[in-house]
């Protein structure tokens, strides 16, 4: 029961963020009177969300009838620069992409995405036609990526590498943070027309526009040349099998030798573990429903990287994000391994 209860408590948050709670009490303490009045509530009914938001560790309950945010609620606050609201908007009950999993027992009998059965375009050609949608993926792909480019930042010797492409890189936020911390890296940012959103922005503001060029295009199609380190950063994962080896075919055409590919994903365990955090089996699943794509175990990524003609090189959790490094090299007709850069 408190499994099934559980999914009700994503539609309290939803009414929260409808009701612009977060944003309304921002860091001060409120009044349920106060409350109903800004959001032109009902406060006898509005006190009955509030108690739930409590329960949910969302909001403090300061005195009877007054609350204010706890660190955890004040996250979806819009106007804090580690905000998640965006991503908890794409999540939501009443999203697009939360739609979907109404029909998972259909995707499962057919193995289809069934995004398009719903609208009628696929999941990115829809997202690029809904400005406010694509705002949040944005968003939550860049709240996403910071954490993840802090720390492999530190995690790959990128001393060795001249230009780094981030392959379907959105808004550059990864590059944004390499290229700010290793001064000799240039960089290419690669992605559709739609994914880039405010790249020039976020690489001006971090001062290294002069170091990355925006190309665009379609990563089925090619992949430019003239990187030697090529990202993949949460992009195999969008795609099924097929898919997903043709783009690595497109990056093992341009990768020179002593060149690398490095795949940043979550890892799925090699076999089904109660012990690990559920997040990745249900994002395997979201893949599932609205791209058609899927979450992969290691095992499974050498198997594509191999049918793309790399070998893996090395793997790596990447701090606490919850994701992993993969790195892999072009095989080498030699049959000689080229030398990891993780660091150990
Ligand atoms: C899940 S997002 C990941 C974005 C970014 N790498 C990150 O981790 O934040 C997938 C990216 O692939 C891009 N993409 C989708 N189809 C593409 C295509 N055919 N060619 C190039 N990029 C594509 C999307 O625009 C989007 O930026």
Not at 174 to 203: P, Q, S, Y
Not at 291 to 314: H, M, P, Q, Y
Not at 328 to 334: I, N
Request: overall charge negative; charged content about 25%.
């Amino acid at each position: 029961m408190g499994l099934l209860f559980s999914q009700l408590s994503a539609h309290v948050v939803d009414a929260a963020i409808e009701l612009e709670l977060p944003r309304l009490i921002a860091d001060e303490t409120v009044t349920v009177d106060e409350l109903a009045a800004r959001t032109n509530s009902r406060a006898d009914v509005l006190v009955r969300v509030l108690r739930a938001l409590v329960a949910l560790g969302l909001l403090d309950q300061v005195s009877p009838d007054a609350v204010r945010l706890t660190e955890t609620g004040a996250l979806l606050r819009p106007d804090r620069p580690d905000s998640i609201l965006s991503y908890v908007q794409l999540l939501t009950p009443s999203s697009v992409l939360t739609s979907a999993w109404r029909r998972l027992g259909t995707a499962v009998r057919t193995g289809n995405p069934v995004f398009a059965d719903i609208y009628g375009t696929d999941f990115f050609d829809y997202v690029s036609n809904d400005v406010e949608l694509a705002d949040w993926f944005s968003a939550s792909m860049r709240q996403g990526t910071l954490p993840v480019a802090a720390a492999v930042s530190d995690s790959y010797d990128f001393a060795g590498h001249d230009v780094v492409m981030d392959v379907g890189g959105g808004d550059g936020t990864m590059l944004a943070r390499l290229l700010a911390t290793h001064d000799h890296l240039k960089a290419v940012l690669f992605d559709i027309e739609e994914g880039l959103g405010e790249a020039a922005r976020i690489l001006a503001a971090q001062g290294v526009s002069d170091r990355c060029d925006i190309r665009v295009g379609d990563f089925f199609v090619d992949v430019p040349t003239g990187a030697d380190l090529y990202l993949l950063k949460n992009v195999l994962h969008d795609w099924d099998d097929e898919r997903a080896t043709a783009i690595l075919a497109n990056c093992r055409r341009v990768v020179p030798d002593g060149g690398a590919v490095v795949i940043i994903e979550a890892l799925l365990p090699e076999s089904p573990d109660s012990s690990v955090n559920p997040q990745v089996y249900l994002s395997d699943l979201n893949v599932l429903v609205n791209l058609g794509g899927k979450e992969r175990t290691l095992a499974e990524f050498g198997r594509l990287c191999s049918r793309a003609g790399f070998d893996l090189a090395a793997v790596r959790p990447i701090g606490s994000t919850g994701k992993s490094l993969i790195e892999a090299r072009p095989v080498r007709s030699d049959g000689r391994a080229s030398p990891s850069r993780v660091r150990k």
